[in-house]
């Protein structure tokens, strides 16, 4: 799992990067996502994701001042659960593919810019788990699934400078087994 998502952020990043037509921000994020099983607790994440101007990729939108403030988003994260309860281990591993948009809120934060977001999301879903009997031994069995949902959640960006954004959102994921995730950010632009 952890060979995928590596896998993913880095055929993306190329992607994104190569294609000169394409131009928005790309930005790598790290954080927590809360138990979305009892008793597994929370977690440490990480996301990779990109956005640009919803009006610049649907150039058949109305140039109005809402497509301005609304951008395209799509991200994909990783989230890996590890707990062992009486003789039973269990390991839990998300992979949600977001597929959205993100609106700047217009309200007046000097430089930081509010923004929402909201979309499809769907997750690849693993368990694994493993139960050891003293003395007998241990028996395992793994599943996997893909579970469709939404998600939306609310945010602040801050520019570091020209070629840097800094950022942290908070969102809730409405999924099989739903949980949310509060994610730091960095972003750079990319393209033109």
Request: a negative charge; proline letters at 3%.
């Amino acid at each position: 799992m952890k060979k995928a998502i590596i896998t993913i952020a880095l055929g993306l990043s190329l992607a994104l990067c190569a294609t000169p037509a394409i131009a928005g921000e790309l930005d790598v994020g790290f954080g927590i996502g809360t138990e979305p099983a009892a008793r597994l607790g929370s977690t440490f994440g990480l996301r990779v994701g990109f956005q640009d101007k919803f009006l610049k990729i649907f150039s058949s939108a109305s140039n109005n001042e809402f497509t301005q403030a609304l951008l395209f988003r799509a991200d994909v994260s990783y989230f890996s659960w590890k707990k062992d309860i009486a003789g039973v281990s269990l390991k839990y591993r998300r992979l949600p593919v977001f597929i959205g948009g993100r609106y700047s809120i217009p309200v007046d934060l000097g430089s930081a810019a509010l923004f929402a977001d909201g979309g499809g999301e769907v997750s690849f879903d693993s368990a694994d788990v493993a139960v050891c009997v003293g003395g007998l031994g241990c028996a395992s069995a793994s599943a996997s699934e893909v579970n469709a949902g939404i998600a939306a959640g609310i945010g602040v960006e801050v520019p570091y400078d020209e070629r840097l954004t800094l950022g942290a959102d908070l969102r809730w994921h409405l999924i099989a087994d739903n949980y949310f995730t509060i994610i730091g950010f960095v972003g750079i632009p990319i393209g033109n």
